[in-house]
């Protein structure tokens, strides 16, 4: 599948449908799903590979892991309604997710349970509260080798600060990311950001 069919079948899928602000619940556009997705399988870390999807909201990137041929994939989130919608969306896509509720900052989480071979995620960019990026790249550094994250531009001098003795940043691909009016205290319709799609390696 090239990376316009990928985008094609990801702009099908639902977003929130009461998103949260707390919870930085911005529907992760399907381009930014794709480019992501699409470079990751590119580099062997999909396909017949078990994948997990930390905070994964709707499920785009989780779905869309499952579409390119994972082996078997994991969603983890907090919210029990996005994870609603989740189901709906492997539905549309005729693909197989298992989705579980639960907070990745959580020391009761069973993270055995969670082992894989690459994690794919979208964590909060911090607007709401800082470093809120931190525990989801801690646990997707404990169960996964492989790491794709979508972060805000800039991120990766501390992502690599961060994690340092722990993984390496192998790669950075910038790319548009158009963020619709989703709160009330936005003011535009839409805003287009710059983000960082980061590849970590543990070492």
């Known amino acids: 599948m090239n990376l316009r069919q990928l985008e094609m079948q990801l702009e099908r899928l639902e977003g929130f449908e009461r998103p949260t602000a707390r919870l930085e619940q911005y529907q992760t556009p399907a381009p930014v799903a794709a480019r992501l997705l699409h470079h ?6 999909i396909e017949d590979r078990r ?4 905070g994964c909201g709707t499920g785009i990137l989780a779905c869309g892991a499952a579409l390119l041929g994972a082996s078997a994939v994991t969603g983890v989130e907090i919210d029990p309604a996005a994870i609603d919608v989740a189901r709906r969306n492997t539905e549309t896509l005729g693909v197989s997710v298992e989705f579980l509720v639960a907070d990745v900052r959580s020391p009761d989480l069973d993270r055995a349970a969670l082992l894989c071979d690459t994690v794919v995620m979208n964590p909060p960019f911090g607007a709401q509260k800082a470093h809120a990026d931190r525990p989801f790249i801690d646990l997707a550094l404990e169960i996964a080798g492989e790491v794709y994250g979508i972060f805000n531009e800039g991120s990766a ?3 690599a600060s961060y994690t340092e003795g722990r993984a390496e940043i192998e790669e950075v691909v910038r790319c548009a990311f158009p963020m619709k009016r989703t709160f009330a ?12 799609i980061l590849h970590l390696r543990r070492i």
């Open 40 to 45: 990751a399988a590119m580099q062997g870390a």
């Open 51 to 54: 994948v997990c999807d930390l």
């Open 157 to 159: 001098p501390f992502v």
């Open 185 to 196: 205290h936005h003011r535009r319709e839409r805003v287009d950001i710059t983000v960082e």
